[in-house]
């Protein structure tokens, strides 16, 4: 339970990937860990432990336990920091008949409706000028307050609502934040130079997000269930983190957690890019190693792609596959896809089979139904730049994508000892 308890927490004080980092690197500092920059040449040893952080909303971290990774490789847990949600745009007050509303674009692929008639806020971080133009100084913001909302039409107004209704982004979706008869389009800039005690000439740029207030919950008879935001995937981070955090390595033990998934991570500091295989040759070099050294080490490593799994859900079991079904509470999650937007296969599934098994734990598997598709993960997109096996998993979670999300603290437990057995071995 304290594990589980600790997950929420982490969850509560993220509300967005820059805060997933934040807090990432808060829990390695305290065990030690350090950070790195890739414009600085640097050397490692056995015993190094570090990280590497991109553009505020990714980072690497890295335990060196022995040298010789030609014949060891990396092992390597990969997750992503962002969920979906809603961007705020620049210039974004409009003043409505003494409404002022936020212009903002949907992020990824969240639920739409279970956003509507929720207290929510604003994080993210804000780029302040600096002397240097190339260098300016980037500050977090969590506005920590009951700010906004999305309201609803009155069913009055739409008595076919409860039939479904198709939300247009731009009309229906944006958030009122006052009813200030003065709001102008400076509005939330003086809101967030209040807030971060600047003058708000001082301000070039944003990237906010909305996030629900609501704090994540245990719920349930027995406190067996998680009621939460963002659980994809930050159950993945935290757990994966953990277990890290928790294991003295053998070889090279390596925790990636990327921005922009839910996007299809298109950056540089998503993992279609070469944040991989960057920072994976930067510490086979710092180690002394050649390219051929590096390159051996690929082969022999050994990717997990955590990312969360489709449960079945007892109102809608018409959507899950006949044989291969994912219940809550009863272990990991093995995805696997024939058109590989997962990158399972027999052999990498295997492995982690038998991780299970040393952990003690049962696993499960998930395939869409048949002429069904699925969404992805990173697993297939790290392939693409870092050629190692790689597994897809996850845990079993019900609405996904929703405002509030619904897993499971046994699961929790068990893919945490997983992780543990695999950063061991």
């Known amino acids: 339970m304290s594990l589980n308890k600790e997950l929420i927490d982490f969850i509560d004080r993220s509300p967005c990937s820059y805060f997933t980092v934040k807090n990432t690197k808060n829990l390695l500092d305290k065990v030690g860990f350090k950070e790195y920059k890739f414009s600085e040449k640097f050397s490692f040893k056995g015993g190094e432990k570090g990280y590497f952080i991109v553009n505020d909303s990714s980072i690497i971290a890295f335990n060196i336990g022995n040298e010789n990774i030609e014949e060891g490789g990396f092992k390597v847990i990969a997750s992503h920091s962002d969920s979906p949600g809603f961007r705020i745009k620049s210039k974004s007050p409009i003043v409505d008949k003494g409404i002022i509303k936020l212009n903002t674009e949907v992020y990824g692929g969240p639920i739409y409706s279970t956003w509507l008639d929720r207290v929510l806020s604003i994080a993210g971080r804000v780029i302040v000028r600096e002397n240097n133009p190339f260098k300016p100084k980037t500050l977090l913001i969590n506005i920590d307050r009951d700010l ?3 309201p609803n039409l009155a069913i009055h107004m739409n008595r076919e609502v409860n039939k479904g209704f198709a939300y247009d982004p731009q009309k229906h979706l944006l958030p ?3 009813l200030d008869k003065k709001g102008n389009e400076k509005f939330l800039l003086d809101l967030l130079a209040e807030e971060l005690e600047i003058n708000k000439e001082e301000i070039l740029d944003c990237d906010l997000y909305l996030y629900d207030r609501q704090k994540s919950s245990l719920i349930g008879k027995n406190e067996e269930m998680i009621s939460a935001g963002r659980q994809d995937n930050l159950s993945m ?3 994966s983190l953990r277990a890290f955090i928790d294991t003295e390595p053998m070889g090279v033990n390596v925790l990636l957690i990327t921005d922009n998934e839910e996007v299809g991570s298109n950056s540089i500091q998503g993992a279609d890019s070469q944040i991989a295989e960057n920072s994976f ?8 190693k ?9 082969e022999n ?13 007892p109102n809608f ?15 990991p999650v093995i995805k696997y896809s024939s058109n590989k937007a997962y990158t399972s296969d027999a052999y990498s599934a295997s492995v982690f089979m038998e991780l299970c098994k040393e952990a003690g734990v049962k696993f499960q598997t998930f395939y869409n139904l048949s002429g069904k598709t699925g969404g992805t993960t990173i697993g297939p997109i790290t392939a693409k730049y870092f050629r190692a096996r790689s597994v897809d998993v996850g845990n079993p979670l019900l609405a996904m994508h929703s405002v509030r999300e619904l897993g499971s603290v046994k699961d929790n437990l068990s893919i945490y000892k997983v992780f543990k057995e695999f950063y061991k071995g």
Do not use: C, Q, W
């Open 237 to 239: 981070v935290y757990t």
């Open 148 to 150: 906004l909302t999305i």
């Open 317 to 331: 079991k018409e959507t899950t596959d006949p044989t291969n079904i994912p219940l809550l509470g009863e272990g």
């Open 290 to 298: 050649n390219k051929e050294d590096y390159l051996r080490a690929v």
């Open 301 to 313: 490593s050994f990717v997990i792609s955590a990312d969360m799994a489709h449960g079945l859900h």
């Open 281 to 288: 040759e930067r510490i086979a070099l710092a180690l002394g």
């Open 176 to 178: 009122i934040i006052s």
